[in-house]
T-cell receptor, first 115, second 116 residues
Framework: AQKVTQAQTEISVVEKEDVTLDCVYE???????LFWYKQPPSGELVFLIR??????QNEISGRYSWNFQKSTSSFNFTITASQVVDSAVYFC????????????FGEGTQLTVNP | EAGVAQSPRYKIIEKRQSVAFWCNPI?????LYWYQQILGQGPKLLIQ????????DSQLPKDRFSAERLKGVDSTLKIQPAKLEDSAVYLC??????????????FGSGTRLTVV
């Protein structure tokens, strides 16, 4: 069965600090997809990134970067030089090839960036 | 491109009452999903439609929840009768048929249900 664990329930940082959000997943499939979503106070889920299980290359997009390590089943998300607008709940999610389009989400990490 | 539309935005009902939520997906998106997000938790899939057929409803509490997508476009999710533990945000999402395994999802803003 697929499972996603985000051990950090809440993180609080001061603006301009770097912050890493952890995500550990479990799956029996060899083909799977990993995602990060942002949920601001308004409630909608905003897509940030997806990765397939065959692509372990790390990715950087502006202040965001992602570190995918199959050996430890982790897909961590780092925000560099955090800003107040980054305050939100961040979800890691997993989709298995054999489970169709179903997304299994972690419990989320509430990130608060203080000025 | 217009996003996924959901209504109402908020709903407060008493336990044992019934309630219905509506979702209109992005035009051309044949796949539609309903997720339930309880406060402090991640969203959980309730039901997935492909056009007007059900693909996955394994996590839908069928004794009280029902959903339909009669014309393969918009969808309605109903709860009857509601329980206190049904208080949650109900998120609708849609994707294109060729989008696989979570790709191409677009989520609506959700309906926040409070059962008192």
């Amino acid at each position: 069965a697929q499972k996603v664990t985000q051990a950090q329930t809440e993180i609080s940082v001061v603006e301009k600090e770097d912050v890493t959000l952890d995500c550990v997943y479990e799956t029996r499939d060899t083909t799977y997809y990993l995602f990060w979503y942002k949920q601001p106070p308004s409630g909608e889920l905003v897509f940030l990134i997806r990765r397939n299980s065959f692509d372990e290359q790390n990715e950087i997009s502006g202040r965001y970067s992602w570190n995918f390590q199959k050996s430890t089943s982790s897909f961590n998300f780092t925000i560099t030089a955090s800003q107040v607008v980054d305050s939100a709940v961040y979800f890691c999610a997993l989709s298995e090839e054999t489970s169709g389009s179903r997304l299994t989400f972690g419990e989320g990490t509430q990130l608060t960036v203080n000025p | 491109e217009a996003g996924v539309a959901q209504s109402p935005r908020y709903k407060i009902i008493e336990k044992r009452q019934s309630v219905a939520f509506w979702c209109n997906p992005i035009s051309g998106h044949a796949t539609l999903y309903w997720y339930q997000q309880i406060l402090g938790q991640g969203p959980k899939l309730l039901i997935q439609f492909q056009n007007n057929g059900v693909v996955d409803d394994s996590q839908l509490p069928k004794d009280r929840f029902s959903a339909e997508r009669l014309k393969g476009v918009d969808s309605t999710l109903k709860i009857q009768p509601a329980k206190l533990e049904d208080s949650a945000v109900y998120l609708c999402a849609s994707s294109r048929p060729r989008d696989r395994a979570g790709y191409g999802y677009t989520f609506g803003s959700g309906t926040r249900l409070t059962v008192v």
